[in-house]
């Protein structure tokens, strides 16, 4: 008998085999979750009221929630051995088709037409509110694709990166509160101010890797939050600092929802020239060795690469970024205290980084808008709305655990022109 006929008979059985197991999974579930779901107590009348339809709710969604995870989780273990049916060959067809509309230029030039007038208008058509989540989710992708420098490239764990961003911040507040430094000035410096903290916090930890580089770098940020809330005479502690001026242009006054919009155009301009800089970073020299660096530690050590070096260099160019946009940030809040610049803020670039794709470019801008974006326009399930984020980045780790856009590494092809002269160029020197 053939293998795909022996796949088609035990199916049927292996459907009971998820149901017989969701139906159990369901059962204990409804068990423990029985005092919290079916009893409510009032306790000021000392009332109980028992809510038996609850029950029912919970395991018909527990039964059917477990079984199409198991499906897919099996599905996911078959990967290509599975038989291919209609709808697979369908969305490969798809795929394909994709690919080659991809391949055309008019269209990648229609492409990026579109997006930009879709960029452009946008701040005209949603309005303020939709403008401020917008440059909050583009304020990430920075930051982001910052992280990307030290984590996707150089592969190193870094959870202290908030600190950089709260460091330029401060930076801004301080030199225009005490030297009326204005925010044009203010960028490089910032920029400047998180390179060289970071270039700081690296020099010691130079030997750590893995956990131990993580657990440091979780201590720095900490250290700066704990040195932002306690200095007060620099810092003004945790009063924060007030009335920081927003982005101007020199000689005209601007209205607060033209200085949304002022800002949102200044972040496309940070985005597309971070994109940029660490795509140029990433096929340089440098950038090569970042990569070495992370694919194969003692390799590239033994092969000639200064590891510290490298290591400094994606500390600083990743802390620049951090600066840079904290700029920004204390412009466009025109109000910052330390508790903006909590660890969780680092776990969210983290994991913008994490759940886009270590090392992609294009991964990472998705991961950051998915998971500013997402939050926000779940705002209607405002009971549920953490718990379905929650339950969206779990299934996406465990189908898509490369991310979302995973990086494809370069790969080079011959072309049968190349190949016809490497053909000829043998006969040539047996001939000789």
């Known amino acids: 008998m053939c293998p795909q006929a022996t796949s088609v008979q035990t199916r049927p059985s292996r459907y009971l085999a998820y149901a017989r197991r969701s139906l159990l ?42 079984w199409i995870w198991g499906y897919f989780l099996e599905r996911k273990r078959l990967g290509t051995r599975a038989p291919a049916g209609p709808l697979r060959r369908r ?54 694709l910052g992280l990307n420098i030290i984590i996707g490239l150089g592969g190193m764990l870094h959870i202290g990166y908030i600190a950089f961003y ?25 920029a400047l101010v998180g390179g060289l903290f970071s270039l700081a916090i690296g020099i010691p930890v130079l030997r750590l890797r893995g956990d131990y580089l993580a657990i440091v770098t979780l201590a720095f940020a900490e250290i700066t939050r704990l040195v932002l809330e306690n200095w007060s005479g620099l810092t003004f502690g945790t009063a924060g600092i007030r ?6 242009i020199p000689g005209i006054r601007l209205t607060l929802p033209q200085t949304t919009t002022f800002v949102y155009f200044i972040m496309i301009g940070l985005v597309l020239l971070t994109i940029f800089v660490v795509n140029r970073l990433e096929n340089s020299r440098i950038g090569r060795q970042f990569v070495a660096m992370k694919e194969d530690f003692i390799a590239c050590q033994a092969m000639g690469v200064n590891i510290a070096r490298t290591k400094l260099a994606a500390l600083g160019l990743g802390g620049m970024w951090a600066g840079l946009v904290g700029v920004v940030f204390a412009a466009r809040t025109t109000f910052i205290n330390p508790a903006s610049f909590t660890v969780w803020e680092s776990i969210i670039v983290l994991c913008t980084v994490v759940l886009g794709g270590m090392g992609s470019i294009p991964g990472v801008i998705t991961g950051a808008l998915v998971l500013i974006l997402v939050p926000e326009y779940l705002r209607a399930f405002a009971q549920f709305r953490m718990l379905l984020f929650g339950a969206i980045l779990v299934t996406m780790m465990v189908f898509r655990p490369g991310g979302l856009i995973q990086k494809r590494r370069r790969a080079y092809r011959i072309t049968a022109e190349e190949q016809k002269v490497v053909a000829e160029s043998g006969d040539l020197s047996i001939q000789g």
């Open 25 to 66: 999974v369901s059962i204990w579930f409804a068990i423990l979750t029985f005092p919290i779901i079916v009893i409510r107590a009032n306790t000021i009348t000392g009332i109980i009221t028992w809510r038996w339809h609850n029950i029912g709710w919970i395991i018909a969604g527990t039964f059917f929630g477990s």
């Open 91 to 144: 969305i490969t067809a798809l795929r394909g088709a994709l690919d080659r509309l991809k391949q055309r230029p008019q269209v990648a030039r229609m492409s990026v037409v579109i997006l930009v007038l879709a960029v452009v208008a946008f701040p005209f058509l949603g309005g303020m509110y939709q403008t401020n989540i917008m440059t909050t989710a583009l304020l990430y992708v920075v930051l982001g």
């Open 166 to 190: 709260a460091l330029g911040a401060y930076s801004y507040a301080l030199l225009n509160f005490h030297f009326g430094l204005n925010f044009w000035l203010a960028l490089p410096i910032g």
């Open 243 to 248: 009335n920081i001026p927003r982005p101007a």
